[in-house]
């Protein structure tokens, strides 16, 4: 069992977000110590050392650790006040290093020939996509309330709000501007080209105005497993070993036109108007050209064996925690205090 089953996988009485989930979000003083102006070199140093003995408890499958520390790492991700930010990051690199020593062992794991490793990672993909999973299978196969799907919307608009932010952490890891401008050229059509008002959060937007939805986001009431699933989407794009951010992203484009195709097919038999379902219109059609050059940018690092491994551990992870978060999201879907 890995360890993401192990710590990612609470009993169904606690599908809901746990009380104990607000006091996790807290700061301790070491930390509030260390983010405070002036802080001292004995301080940060402080925090480095507690908040790294929590993660590999957390990691160890001490689950209310966990909790405090994915809590812990989503407040040093999310933006705060300007004189902590390179505090904040330094402090988050720091608990990617000891995440690190916990990634997926993949004992069968041989490398392959360039020309070849496309079909693994697809093949990957395809045996763990959630297109299977039961939650999806209710959603787009079957017949959810109006409280189902505005449910899933909710927590869609929180992983996909900032969409663009991802692209623009992993540009900044490639030195060579023709590396870059692959997620450059995908960044400029998320901001809507020429025209911003038809951004992608811009649209998306529309979509949670007509369920009501709010756009505000209260991160410090999200469930364990929600914190967990945004911060390895952040970890992985400012990780110092592109391998991590570039099978992130690949993750999620290569299958990004038959979800979003999904969903909008879902949206057009509830009867919503076209406007709000634009976004999922458009990303049910556009986002091939992506995925083919990111392939090419992958290929191009694919030839060492240390990425191809750490590109196959960080899918891994990301299909454990995703497992997890919509196993969670399910669990509430069916709770009787939802509908």
């Not at 983010?35 to 993660?55: S, W």
């Not at 050229?185 to 709010?214: D, V, W």
């Not at 410090?220 to 390895?232: F, G, Q, R, S, T």
């Not at 990425?307 to 299909?319: D, G, N």
Request: with cysteine; proline share 7%.
């Amino acid at each position: 069992m890995s360890t993401a089953s192990r710590i990612l996988d609470p009993q169904p009485a606690s599908a809901a977000p746990p009380r104990a989930a607000r006091q996790a979000a807290h700061t301790p003083d070491y930390l509030a110590d260390a983010l405070r102006p002036g802080a001292t070199n004995a301080q940060i140093a402080l925090a480095a050392d507690e908040l790294l003995a929590l993660v590999r408890q957390g990691l160890s499958g001490d689950q209310a650790a966990y909790a405090q520390y994915q809590s812990i790492l989503l407040d040093l991700h999310l933006p705060g006040e300007p004189h902590s930010e390179p505090t904040r990051r330094w402090l988050a690199s720091q608990i990617y290093s000891v995440e690190d020593q916990f990634a997926p062992a993949l004992p069968e794991f041989r490398p392959v020939p360039v020309e070849e490793f496309r079909a693994v990672i697809d093949a990957e993909i395809a045996s763990r996509t959630r297109v299977r999973h039961p939650m999806s299978q209710h959603l787009f196969q079957g017949e959810p309330s109006q409280q189902d799907v505005r449910s899933f919307l909710q927590h869609h608009w929180n992983r996909s709000y900032n969409f663009y932010s991802l692209l623009a952490e992993l540009a900044f890891r490639f030195p060579d501007i023709r590396d870059a401008s692959v997620f450059y050229r995908n960044l400029y059509g998320e901001a809507g080209a020429e025209t911003p008002e038809r951004s992608h959060p811009a649209l998306l937007s529309h979509l949670m105005t007509h369920f009501e939805i709010p756009l505000e986001i209260d991160f410090a009431v999200l469930h364990p497993l929600e914190k967990a699933y945004l911060n390895n989407r952040i970890r992985c794009v400012r990780h110092t070993d592109v391998a991590w951010g570039l099978s992130l992203l690949y993750a999620v484009e290569s299958v990004s036109c038959v979800n979003h195709l999904r969903i909008y097919e879902l949206l057009q038999r509830m009867g919503v108007p076209e406007e709000p379902s634009e976004f999922h219109r458009l990303h049910g059609t556009q986002d091939e050209i992506d995925t083919e050059e990111m392939w090419e940018l992958i290929a191009k690092y694919a030839h060492e064996d240390s990425f191809q491994r750490t590109f196959m551990q960080s899918l891994a992870r990301h299909f454990d925690i995703n497992r997890a978060y919509f196993d969670l999201l399910w669990r509430q879907m069916q709770s009787p205090s939802v509908h």
